[in-house]
Structure formats: structure tokens, C-alpha cells
């Protein structure tokens, strides 16, 4: 006879340890980062142990799909990929766990953050009624079918109920794995859109905060794939190194008001995608840029907004030491020269995750399950100095 849900539920929430497994797909779409991962403990007093971990892309068919919906999809694509987003999680997870030691039934908890097909930080208001909105799909209930297991997801919509703006939702993780009791720390994301998270030292979880600075990759991305037909990223930066930045035109983007309007901000390819990719082609070539020069401006952007950021919010109001870098956007090498040379000049130590024990390529995924973890156990896991929520909440809603 089967164990009743709820008993398994409670039994669940009684663990001391569980083995949780964090599944994630970012902006750039490219499909789901797998990890598995004891926990124990809670808030700044979690252990981690990675027990499996892989990467595993979307067929180039669905992603072709999440990319035409996320441009001009209808409310029918929409309901399917949350359908079909869920049935590739599954079963790529399953897939992948036939190649570990450990089998799916050893599974306590699945955290999934699903696919992000919209994000809409500002308020939109019909008469009395006002809201902003967020939307990944990926359905966690088709998850908790295929696999047996329990599953959390949909963790920005309580935060965005709380009157934050949903993300960043990594704030959380970076707190309780990177803070350090004596140096000042920014841990930079450089995923389809970049994000730092600011850890004075010795910090209180009050002090925390956190935002998107703008681009990152997803924009170099649409760049190259409009103008290199078969290509979709700038291959370690090649492209763009051949080119040369166009410093009037890296002016006029840096004044994008995203860049410089004060935290707390969230952004998306809703900004900053194939529409803004499209208008600065257009702006180079009646420049008379090469490709290359373009692809070496875009590239530029992305650098410069982080690093406008931190020269406007973060340096003039915490002692910052270190600057911890992770996300797709370290495998350009081209980005990571210029990046690395600003933050030489402003003396920072320049770290990788991997330094602080880390794998940078599925850093979100842990994230994932750290924050199916706490909400499972009733741990409040947004930082409001990230998202401008009124008050800590519990995030993520819990599938048995």
C-alpha cells in the first residue's frame, strides 16, 4: 500500500537532512542545469554536499520554440511549453540520475524554477486593481507526476505579492553560501541578464541587497544570431575581439534609464532583447560599423553597465573586497578582459565560485534546491534590500 501524501509530506518536513534536487533554466534559454545536493540546516547554518550534477540542453526544436514564444508567442504556446518545459525537466532529470548513484525514489525534495517566459517588474493598474507580474512555466505539478516526488516552485510570485518585484531570488543563497565575516563581497551573475548581489562584511541579513544591472549574455546572443545566421553566442569572444568598440555608441546605450535608475530593479529580454538587438544592428550600420565592431560594442555594454552600477550603488556605500564572478557570460573571454581591467582599477580582488567551492555552471540550480529546502521547512528566503518586498516571506508553492 502506498504511503499516504500527507504523512510523506510531514515526514518530509520533519528531516533533519534531505537529499533536494535543484532544476533551472535562466534567461538565455539554452535548457536545465541538474543538481542534486544534501542539505542540512538552515539560513546562514546550511552544509551542502553536491551528490550529482549536470547540464542538459534543450533540443534545438523546443528551444527554438520558448525563443519564438518569449518574441511573439500567443496564449496557446504558452500553455503548451508549460506542459512540454515540464515533461523535458522530467525526464531529463531521470535521464540524468541513471548516470549517479542515486535513484529517484532517494529523492526527498525537487525544487524547479521552471522557464521564465515573462517578467514585468512595474505596476500596471485597471481601475483600483494594480500589480506587477512574473511567469514561468514548466508546470510543477507535471513534474511531481512524472518523478513521484515532492515539488516546489513558483517562488517570485509571493515576493511579488509581498510588493517586491520577484527577483533576484539567488540573493537568498548568496547570503547564507558567500558571506564572509571580514570581507566586503559582490557576487556577480552574468547570465542572459547580469546581476549582483552585495555582501558587506559581517552582514546582517538586513543588509543585504541586491539587483539586475542590465544586459548580459542573452543580448550578445541575439546580436550574433541576427547577424551570424546559424550562430547564437559570440564562441569565447572571437567575434568581438576582432571588432572594435564604437565609444559613441557604448555612450548612448549607457544612458539607457534602466542603467542608471537606483535599486531596487529587475529587468528581462522584455528590455533588453532581440527588439533593442535589432535597433543597435540598425544604429551601427548607418555607422558604417563592421559586424564585428558591432558585436565588440554590444559586448562593451554589458561590461560597462556592471560596471556603471557599481560605480553609482555599491562602491560609494559598502567596503567591497572581493568581486566573486560566475554565470555563461565567464566562458567570454573577451567580455572578462575588459571587466576584469575595471575592476583591477578599482582594486578589487577578482574571484570565480569555483574558489569558494562552487561549480559556477550550476550555482543556480544549488540555489534552487537551497530555497526548496527552506521553504519546505516554513524559512522565509527572499532578501527584501534585493527585490523591495515589504516584509521576509516564505517563497514557493509545495506540490506533495
Do not use: W
Not at 560609494?316 to 564572478?325: G, H, Q, S
Not at 540550480?365 to 516571506?393: D, F, K, M
Request: a neutral charge; hydrophobic letters at 40%; glycine letters at 8%.
Amino acid at each position: 500500500m502506498s504511503t499516504p501524501v500527507a504523512k510523506r509530506l510531514v515526514d518530509t518536513i520533519l528531516k533533519d537532512e534531505r537529499i533536494v534536487v535543484g532544476l533551472m533554466s535562466g534567461t538565455s534559454a539554452d535548457g536545465v542545469d541538474i543538481v542534486a545536493v544534501e542539505l542540512k540546516g538552515h539560513e546562514k547554518n546550511i552544509k551542502h554536499k553536491i551528490l550529482h550534477k549536470d547540464v542538459v540542453p534543450y533540443h534545438p526544436e523546443l528551444r527554438s520554440y520558448i525563443l519564438q514564444t518569449l518574441e511573439r508567442g500567443v496564449v496557446k504556446d504558452v500553455c503548451l511549453l508549460n506542459f512540454l518545459v515540464a515533461e523535458f525537466f522530467s525526464k531529463a532529470l531521470k535521464d540524468s540520475l541513471e548516470n549517479s548513484s542515486i535513484k529517484i525514489s532517494e529523492i526527498d525534495l525537487i525544487g524547479s524554477h521552471g522557464q521564465t517566459i515573462y517578467h514585468f517588474p512595474e505596476y500596471f493598474s485597471i481601475k483600483d486593481l494594480s500589480s506587477r507580474c512574473t511567469l514561468q512555466i514548466g508546470s510543477t505539478q507535471v513534474i511531481a507526476e512524472r518523478t513521484g516526488r515532492i515539488v516546489v516552485g513558483n517562488f517570485r510570485i509571493r515576493d511579488i505579492a509581498a510588493g517586491g518585484q520577484g527577483a533576484p531570488i539567488i540573493a537568498y543563497v548568496d547570503y547564507v553560501l558567500l558571506s564572509d565575516p571580514k570581507k566586503g563581497r559582490i557576487i556577480q551573475n552574468i547570465g542572459g541578464i547580469a546581476n549582483a548581489t552585495v555582501i558587506p562584511a559581517n552582514a546582517s541579513r538586513d543588509e543585504i541587497y541586491a539587483f539586475d544591472t542590465g544586459p548580459g549574455n542573452s543580448l550578445i546572443d541575439y546580436v550574433v544570431s541576427l547577424l551570424y545566421p546559424g550562430l547564437n553566442y559570440d564562441p569565447d569572444g572571437e567575434i568581438g575581439r576582432r571588432g572594435s568598440v564604437d565609444h559613441d555608441l557604448l555612450k548612448d546605450l549607457l544612458r539607457h534609464e534602466f542603467i542608471t535608475r537606483p535599486p531596487p530593479k529587475t529587468t528581462g529580454r522584455e528590455v533588453f532583447g532581440i527588439e533593442m538587438a535589432r535597433d543597435i544592428i540598425k544604429r551601427g550600420f548607418e555607422k558604417k560599423l563592421s559586424k564585428e565592431d558591432i558585436v565588440a560594442t554590444v559586448t562593451a555594454f554589458t561590461v560597462y553597465s556592471i560596471i556603471k552600477n557599481y560605480d553609482l550603488f555599491i562602491l560609494n556605500r559598502y567596503k567591497i573586497d572581493e568581486v566573486v564572478l560566475g554565470g555563461g557570460g565567464v566562458r567570454n573571454r573577451f567580455l572578462m578582459e575588459m571587466l576584469e581591467r575595471e575592476l583591477r582599477e578599482r582594486r578589487l580582488k577578482i574571484l570565480f565560485h569555483e574558489d569558494l567551492g562552487i561549480d559556477s555552471k550550476i550555482k543556480e540550480a544549488l540555489g534552487i534546491a537551497v530555497l526548496a529546502h527552506e521553504t519546505l521547512s516554513g524559512v522565509p528566503n527572499n532578501i527584501v534590500g534585493a527585490t523591495g518586498a515589504h516584509r521576509y516571506v516564505v517563497m514557493g508553492e509545495i506540490i506533495p
